[in-house]
C-alpha cells in the first residue's frame, strides 16, 4: 500500500471533523495509507504572514521536518490555507540558503533539508491514485447529479510556484466528479475567494462573496457545491443556511463526501448532519443513500 504523510491542521480535527472523516475513509478504499506527522503544529495560515515573515515560515517549517524526520517525503495537505503556507515555506527555504538558516534556527533542535514534496487531495488524486483506480474501485456511480467544482481563490494560485493545474480555470476536481457519473457544470466563481478568514472581521464584505458564490451556482442549476477547502466549506454553507429560505441556498459537501458515497465508504448518518444545508435530500433524490 502507498503511504503519504499527511497534516490534518487545525480545521479538519475540529469544525471539519467530518471532512477528516471523509478523507481517511476515501483513502483507505484506494488502498492510501495516510500517516499523521507527529506532533505537528498550525501552519500559521493568514495571521502569520500577516505578522511576521520568519515566523510565518518557521511554523510550518516544524511539521516539514518532524515529516522528514519521519521518513516521509510526500506530506498531504487538505486545506488550501495550509497547503500554500506549506509549499511556499518549503520552496523558499530550498531556493534561499540565508533563510533556510535563519529558518532553521527558529526551529532547532530541529531541521528542515528540503526533502519533503508538499501536496494537496486533488494533485494525490489526479497524479497518484488516478482517474482509471478510482473508476475500478467504484460501487456505485453518481449519475444525474448536478454540481459545480469550488476550487477558491488560494489552491492553485501557488505564488510563483508553478501549480499542479491551470491556476485560473482549474479541471481537476471536475474530472473527477465527471468519472464519479456526476455532471460538473461550467461556472463562473469557481475560483471567486470566499472572503476566507475575514468571516468575523468584516462580516458583510464575506456575506456579499458568499452571495455572488452562492448565485453563481444557483444560476447554473446546481444541485449542489463541491469543494476541498474547510475555510470556503464552512463560509459558503453558514451564509447558505443563514438564507436557507432563498433559491440560493444549495448544499456545499467535500469532493471525499461524494468520492465516499462512489466508493461504499458507508459513512455514517451523522456525517451529513455536519452540514448546515443538509444534502440528504439531494443525494436521496438520485438515490445515493441506503
Known amino acids: 500500500m502507498q503511504k503519504i504523510g499527511y497534516y490534518p491542521g487545525c480545521s479538519l480535527l475540529s469544525s471539519a471533523k467530518d471532512y477528516n472523516a471523509s478523507i481517511h475513509a476515501v483513502f483507505e478504499h484506494l488502498g492510501v495509507v495516510l500517516e499523521e506527522v507527529e506532533d505537528w503544529i498550525c501552519c500559521g495560515a493568514s495571521s502569520a504572514h500577516a505578522t511576521d515573515d520568519l515566523l510565518a515560515l518557521a511554523l510550518p517549517a516544524r511539521t516539514l521536518a518532524l515529516s522528514e524526520r519521519a521518513g516521509l517525503s510526500e506530506l498531504l495537505a487538505p486545506c488550501s490555507a495550509c497547503f500554500s503556507r506549506l509549499l511556499l515555506a518549503s520552496e523558499r527555504m530550498k531556493g534561499d540558503e540565508d533563510l533556510s538558516r535563519s529558518v532553521n534556527a527558529a526551529i532547532e533542535p530541529l531541521h528542515y533539508r528540503g526533502t519533503v514534496e508538499v501536496k494537496n487531495i486533488l494533485d494525490v488524486l489526479i497524479n497518484e491514485v488516478g482517474i482509471p483506480e478510482i473508476s475500478a474501485r467504484l460501487v456505485r456511480r453518481l449519475d444525474g447529479i448536478k454540481v459545480v467544482a469550488y476550487y477558491g481563490c488560494w489552491l492553485t494560485r501557488t505564488m510563483r510556484i508553478p501549480p499542479f493545474d491551470d491556476c485560473e480555470d482549474p479541471q481537476s476536481m471536475d474530472r473527477i466528479l465527471a468519472a464519479l457519473g456526476a455532471e460538473p457544470l461550467p461556472w463562473s466563481a469557481k475560483m471567486d475567494c470566499c472572503g476566507g478568514s475575514l468571516g468575523l472581521s468584516e462580516e458583510g464584505l464575506t456575506q456579499g462573496l458568499c452571495r455572488n458564490i452562492l448565485g453563481a451556482a444557483s444560476a447554473v442549476g446546481?444541485?449542489?457545491?463541491?469543494?476541498?477547502?474547510?475555510?470556503?466549506?464552512?463560509?459558503?454553507?453558514?451564509?447558505?443556511?443563514?438564507?436557507?429560505?432563498?433559491?440560493?441556498?444549495?448544499?456545499?459537501?467535500?469532493?471525499?463526501?461524494?468520492?465516499?458515497v462512489a466508493l461504499g465508504c458507508h459513512l455514517k448518518g451523522g456525517h451529513w448532519r455536519k452540514k448546515f444545508i443538509d444534502p440528504t435530500g439531494v443525494l436521496k433524490r438520485h438515490a445515493l443513500l441506503s
Open 222 to 260: 446546481a444541485e449542489a457545491m463541491v469543494t476541498t477547502c474547510p475555510l470556503c466549506q464552512a463560509n459558503v454553507d453558514i451564509f447558505a443556511y443563514k438564507h436557507k429560505d432563498e433559491d440560493i441556498a444549495v448544499p456545499v459537501l467535500y469532493l471525499t463526501d461524494l468520492l465516499g
